[in-house]
């Protein structure tokens, strides 16, 4: 499920201040994007090039992620980190330790 707003992007400009002006640079990529299922993308989320979020994926409003969680993931902030993981012996979301999976 996609929020409003929410950008998913497989490429970018590249940005060498050598290359010239951004927008003239050519695109790159670091792969495709691969969104599991059950995966929720809260308001103005946006995804970057080579992100691959395992099933159940829970992306807070406003964030920015840049990099691949596994399934049962809850993940916000600018870069995304690992907030809470969803434990299913409990059926909750439990918080995770600072340091772990970020």
């Not at 002006?21 to 792969?31: A, D, F, R």
């Amino acid at each position: 499920m996609l929020s409003e707003q929410v950008y998913i992007s497989d490429n970018s400009h590249g940005y060498d201040p050598n290359a010239g002006p951004i927008l003239k640079q050519p695109l790159e990529t670091k792969g495709p994007v691969l969104i599991g299922p059950g995966c929720f993308l809260g308001y103005r989320a946006v995804i970057m090039s080579g992100v691959e979020l395992g099933a159940h994926c829970v992306v807070g409003a406003n964030s920015v992620v840049t990099r691949s969680f596994p399934s049962f993931s809850m993940v916000a902030g600018c870069p995304a980190r690992l907030v809470k993981r969803f434990d299913p012996a409990t059926s909750r979301w439990l918080k995770v330790s600072v340091g772990a999976g970020s």
